[in-house]
């Protein structure tokens, strides 16, 4: 059975390690909020965030590409401001690196507040998987 999917209930990977390989299903189309809608990318379907949009395509995820921690975790998420950094990955697979970009571990964020979170295109939002 596969269990790593969307809000939408669509399959994102078959495995943790699917999760964490070039196989999985993360992506612009696939990357949804909780409550089902596609934040604004870069790029691409859906379009580039409209003039006075937030962009919202780096994620906070606090993890290397292979899942695990990363030390940039806003100090275990206790901080929210610029004291600390979070690992962050490109929602839509767009970003620095020509093709296809880590959904998971990208760069590090500014800090852990919205004010250095927001220039490099975020909006606080994490990506999490839960077990029924």
């Not at 809000?7 to 196989?23: F, M, P, R």
């Not at 790029?43 to 395509?57: E, F, M, R, S």
């Not at 590409?65 to 490109?90: I, S």
Request: glycine share 10%; charged share 20%; with cysteine.
């Amino acid at each position: 059975m596969a269990r790593w999917r969307n809000s939408k209930g669509e399959q994102i990977a078959a495995s943790v390690a699917d999760l964490h390989s070039a196989n999985n299903k993360i992506s612009a189309d696939t990357a949804l909020t909780e409550k089902g809608t596609k934040p604004t990318y870069l790029a691409g379907n859906p379009p580039a965030a409209p003039t006075g949009q937030q962009l919202q395509h780096d994620m906070m995820t606090g993890t290397k590409e292979d899942g695990t921690k990363d030390a940039d975790t806003c100090k275990d998420w206790t901080v929210g401001n610029a004291d600390a950094k979070a690992m962050l990955g490109h929602a839509d697979r767009l970003g620095r690196t020509t093709g296809v970009n880590s959904w998971n571990a990208v760069h590090a964020s500014q800090g852990c507040g919205m004010e250095q979170l927001q220039p490099t295109g975020s909006t606080g939002l994490f990506y999490c998987f839960a077990i029924n």
